[in-house]
Every structure is written in structure tokens, then in C-alpha cells.
């Protein structure tokens, strides 16, 4: 079973919709992540929380709004969506941000459809 | 500027054997980790093995080795008597100071193990 833990697995939203991704770990990661992976892509990088503080947006439209509320928890806000926004949203963490060992613990993903 | 490069997007390989996956990367870093992760078609990416940069020996988990040649800027994974199971994409990934530790993932390759 998988560490990092994502909420909902499954989301169909549409555009003018508000809905928000989930994601918990309780490894005592320091470092948090969120990632777009489309379908036969690679993962892209949105966003990195170091010691729960936003530390990279990797210019990310605003309809997407990240927060860490403490160092567990990691939530993605959802508004006004575009249909090629349909992706798997995945969250990873990892031990710490600033060295180059550390290998990144995944979610299973929120597989996310905007009509 | 980093770069991951995957250069077979599939790769078949008969149950029981051996198959290799290339991976080269370009990097003016120093310090860096090198990185292999398995992705079912389930979503989850799972993390197989790590090398570091200034490790002498290549690493080894299980069926997984990691063949590091610096010097090529290569680092292949090789997986040893193959399952059904290991049918899966495997995307090789890079992390390093130039970019603020972020991880970069290659293209990602479709390993296919046929029975």
C-alpha cells in the first residue's frame, strides 16, 4: 500500500465547477509535490511545498491553487477548469527538498475529466 | 541546463530474460541522483532504484541494477528474468542543484514482457 494517500481517485468536474485533490502522508516528509501527468507523458512539475511553505510554481494558471494546511497535507483547488486540464493529478513527497538523494513517494493519483 | 533522455519509447522483452532500459542525462551539476520509477497502468509511480553521483559502485535493488557510466552520462536499468508483472512504463529521472532540486523525468519508456 502506497504512503502517500490522494483524494478522490476519480473526479469529473465541469468548468464552472469548485472542487478540490486531497493528499496525506505521515512519513515525516518535509517536502511536498504536485504533478500533471497527461496521458504517455512524463510527470511535469505545478508545485513544491519545502517545510510547508510554496516554494516553487512552476507558472501554474491560477485556476489551480495549492495549499499545505500543516506538514501531513497537501490540497489542490480546483476552479474554473479547462477541459485540456483532464489529467492524472499526482502528489509525491519526499524527505527532505534540498538534496539530491531524495527519491520522491507517490500517490496513486486523482485521475481529474473536466467536461 | 538538466536533461533526461529515453530514446526507445517500447521495448519487448520474452519472460525470464533480461532487457536493459537507456537512459542518458546531461547536467552541469556536480552533485546529482539518478532515478528509476515504474508507473502501472494503475497511475501510481513507484519508485525502483537510486544512484548518486559520486557513488563508486552501481547500485543494485532486487532484479533492478543501475548501470552508471559517468563518464557517458549514462544511466541504464537493467532488469533481470523479467515477469508479467514488470509490463509497465519506466520513466529515468534526474535531480540536482541547477533547477532547485527539482526532479526531471525522462520520456518514459513501455516495457511490454510477453509469456
Known amino acids: 500500500d502506497t504512503e502517500v494517500t490522494q483524494t478522490p481517485k476519480h473526479l469529473v468536474m465541469g468548468m464552472t465547477n469548485k472542487k478540490s485533490l486531497k493528499c496525506e502522508q505521515h512519513?515525516?516528509?518535509?517536502?511536498m509535490y504536485w504533478y500533471k501527468q497527461k496521458a504517455k507523458k512524463p510527470p511535469e512539475l505545478m508545485f513544491v511545498?519545502?517545510?510547508?511553505?510554496?516554494?516553487i510554481n512552476e507558472s501554474v494558471p491560477s485556476r489551480f491553487s495549492p495549499e499545505c494546511p500543516n506538514s501531513s497535507l497537501l490540497n489542490l483547488h480546483l476552479h474554473a477548469l479547462q477541459p485540456e486540464d483532464s489529467a492524472l493529478y499526482l502528489c509525491?513527497?519526499?524527505?527532505?527538498?534540498?538534496?539530491?538523494?531524495?527519491?520522491?513517494?507517490f500517490g496513486e493519483g486523482s485521475r481529474l475529466t473536466v467536461l | 541546463a538538466q536533461k533526461i533522455t529515453q530514446t526507445q519509447p517500447g521495448m519487448f522483452v520474452q519472460e525470464k530474460e533480461a532487457v536493459t532500459l537507456d537512459c542518458t542525462y546531461d547536467?552541469?551539476?556536480?552533485?546529482?541522483?539518478l532515478f528509476w520509477y515504474k508507473q502501472p497502468s494503475s497511475g501510481e509511480m513507484i519508485f525502483l532504484i537510486y544512484?548518486?553521483?559520486?557513488?563508486?559502485q552501481n547500485a543494485t535493488e532486487g532484479r533492478y541494477s543501475l548501470n552508471f557510466q559517468k563518464a557517458r552520462k549514462s544511466a541504464n536499468l537493467v532488469i533481470s528474468a523479467s515477469q508479467l508483472g514488470d509490463s509497465a512504463m519506466y520513466f529515468c529521472?534526474?535531480?540536482?542543484?541547477?533547477?532547485?532540486?527539482?526532479?526531471?523525468f525522462g520520456a518514459g519508456t513501455r516495457l511490454f514482457v510477453k509469456a
Open positions: 509525491a513527497s519526499s524527505h527532505d527538498p534540498g538534496y539530491p538523494t531524495g527519491e520522491l513517494f
Open positions: 512519513m515525516g516528509h518535509r517536502a
Open positions: 511545498y519545502s517545510y510547508e511553505k510554496l516554494s
Open positions: 547536467t552541469s551539476d556536480p552533485s546529482y541522483g
Open positions: 544512484q548518486g553521483s559520486y557513488d563508486q
Open positions: 529521472a534526474m535531480r540536482g542543484r541547477t533547477g532547485g532540486f527539482k526532479t526531471i
